[in-house]
């Protein structure tokens, strides 16, 4: 492999406004003060209304799922689970333990599929230079990519990538790499071009892969995006039951992780030995998770899933603290709503009030949520932290074998390389863990075919539905009235948690302090801001203008 080369630093000081940045939970909009080639200050702008708790008042509350996984499109499974859990909270009765194991193995597949395609389609094109693959040699690439997993490649294999890629090029386009790429050279990108050749020609079959995860999830979901399996109360996915059925997700599961065995986690580990300078920036101090897959009999006890609940306060990893949901409040100091307290989610309201785009004191759509009034980073490297800190049976050892191959000490998990190996950390273990929970689903339908409970919705009733999406900690909040309708839902989605502007004590969301003392190499096409928002997985989208503070001038460029 290529000797680990640190892109030049900057003199630049001045603003830096990268907008918009598109996300699943809205658009965003990044405004960075660089001081000396690094950022001094920075505020994370949403600037997209959304106004799901409004429509949602008056409902039946069964029909909450339905609008709520509109939210986003493409976890949109976890929006329902969360609604649903919501409800069965506030019903406060069991389910089937069928229907516990075919949630567990769906959402098991989203985290598979969605780590996928951010690593692929999202966040790896920060690093790896498209263009620049046309350099590489594909025999020695071949070489580098057999030594590094089993995956059968040859060099005549990435000769056939190069061909395409230069058709695109030829072209005057990028193909599929237009929308993703940096025209021309960059001094942050450092990666040989045998390794830009591996990870273009790993990014095209990601692309063919992630598509087996997504139908996996509609063996049993009816569709995806937008699943309808789940109600409260259970699923209802008779099919399910079927050995056809569990056939087809299983086989689609083992291609699946193959994969990630066999590409992605070996691309993680290749890409990131390089890049080992991402790992002094991008960081945040406090940490939280809820916890995921629960036990058959547990979807209300936090304490019942196979990876627990925790709260990481100030970077301490061996003393993980309990998570308290009456501790969480959402504040609008610095959002454009009405009103200036931190409100608990059920007592919470979304009264929206804008006043200006550039506005220093109100600048986001997001609310500012807390935890006992301190900004949280949720996602896979706050679940992996905890799980590392609990001293998970699956978590520590792969933790502990990612270190050993970087080469790097556990105080190098708190960058944007550590929220990059953590996602790949918790994708490796899911997939792993998958396997287990297919099996156990199958002994338990032998004598048990029941998967749904008949349960009406409570009156003048409260219930919280918890979720470790794979973008982090997602929490749904319901209150029914007197005729069992919705009187109040509040969503607190990862990106609020992680992204969120300054709440009433001026306290920087996790994003926010992340991009604080990130080096910008160049501010006109300023990839490091890129690669520590994407380490977040905000699922970028659009067109991205930078507009020079000193010049006025918009350097325009597209970004997945």
């Known amino acids: 492999m290529s000797q680990v080369i640190k892109a030049p630093q900057s003199t630049y000081s001045g603003p830096v406004v990268v907008d918009p940045l ?68 506030a019903i406060n009765k069991p389910i089937p333990a069928n229907a516990t194991f075919i949630r567990n193995l769906v959402l098991g597949m989203l985290f598979l599929h969605d780590h996928l395609v951010h690593f692929y389609a999202l966040h790896a094109l920060d690093f790896v230079d498209v263009v620049n693959a046309l350099q590489g040699d594909p025999v020695k690439a071949a070489k580098i990519a057999t030594s590094i997993s089993n995956r059968k490649v040859t060099a005549d294999d990435y000769r056939a990538v190069q061909a395409k890629l230069k058709a695109f090029v030829d072209s005057g386009q990028l193909g599929p790499f237009t929308n993703a790429y940096f025209l021309g050279s960059h ?87 390089q890049y ?110 905890v799980a590392y800190g609990q001293e998970h049976r699956a978590i520590k050892p792969l933790v502990d074998k990612v270190l050993s191959t970087l080469q790097i000490g556990p105080e190098a998990l708190f960058s944007t390389l550590g929220r990059t190996a953590a996602r790949g950390i918790e994708t490796l273990a899911i997939a792993q863990q998958i396997e287990t929970w297919i099996k156990q689903y199958e002994n338990n339908i ?46 607190v989605v990862p990106t609020t948690w992680n992204l969120s502007p300054r709440d009433a004590k001026d306290i920087p969301s996790a994003g926010e302090e992340a991009l604080v003392g990130t080096p910008v190499a160049d501010p006109a096409r300023p990839v490091e801001i890129l690669r520590v928002i994407h380490s977040f997985d905000p699922c970028i989208a659009c067109a991205v203008h930078v507009i020079d503070g000193q010049t006025n001038q918009v350097h325009k460029f597209k970004v997945l």
């Open 22 to 89: 598109t996300r699943i939970e809205g658009h965003l909009r990044v405004e960075a003060e660089v001081e000396n080639g690094k950022i001094k200050e920075a505020r994370c702008v949403g600037t997209l209304f959304r106004g799901l708790e409004i429509i949602l008042k008056g409902r039946d509350p069964f029909d909450a799922p339905h609008f709520t996984q509109r939210t986003c499109g493409v976890c949109t499974y976890t929006h329902a689970l969360a609604s649903t859990r919501a409800l069965e909270d």
């Open 187 to 273: 001094p942050a990108y450092t990666l040989s071009p045998e390794l830009n050749l591996i990870g273009t020609a790993d990014y095209l079959a990601a692309l063919r892969v992630q598509v087996k995860a997504a139908r996996a999830m509609a063996v049993f979901g009816a569709k995806n995006p937008h699943t309808q399996f789940t109600v409260g109360g259970g699923v209802t996915c008779y099919d399910a039951l079927t050995p056809e059925r569990i056939k087809e997700f299983t086989d689609l599961y083992k291609e699946t992780r193959a994969f990630i065995e066999d590409y992605y986690i070996p691309d993680l580990l290749a890409i990131g030995s």
């Open 276 to 385: 080992k300078e991402c790992a002094t920036y991008g960081g945040t101090r406090n940490f939280m998770a809820f916890g995921e897959f629960p036990d058959p009999g547990g979807e209300r006890d936090l304490q019942k899933r196979w990876l627990k609940p925790g709260i990481i306060l100030d970077r301490k990893i061996g003393k993980v603290r309990g998570m308290d949901p009456d501790k969480i409040a959402e504040g609008v100091r610095h959002s454009w709503y009405e009103g200036d307290k931190a409100l608990h989610p059920y007592e919470g309201e979304t009264v929206p009030h804008f006043t200006s785009m550039g506005d220093k004191d109100k600048y986001s759509w997001l609310k500012a949520p807390r935890y006992d009034g301190i900004a949280m980073e949720t996602g896979p490297l706050a679940q992996v932290l």
């Open 446 to 491: 032998i004598n048990d075919k029941q998967i749904v409970e008949n349960y009406e919705a409570p009156k003048n009733a409260r219930g919280v539905g918890f979720v470790n999406a794979p973008r982090g900690g997602l929490s749904h909040w319901l209150v029914t009235d007197d005729e069992a309708r919705i009187a109040n839902f509040q969503l």
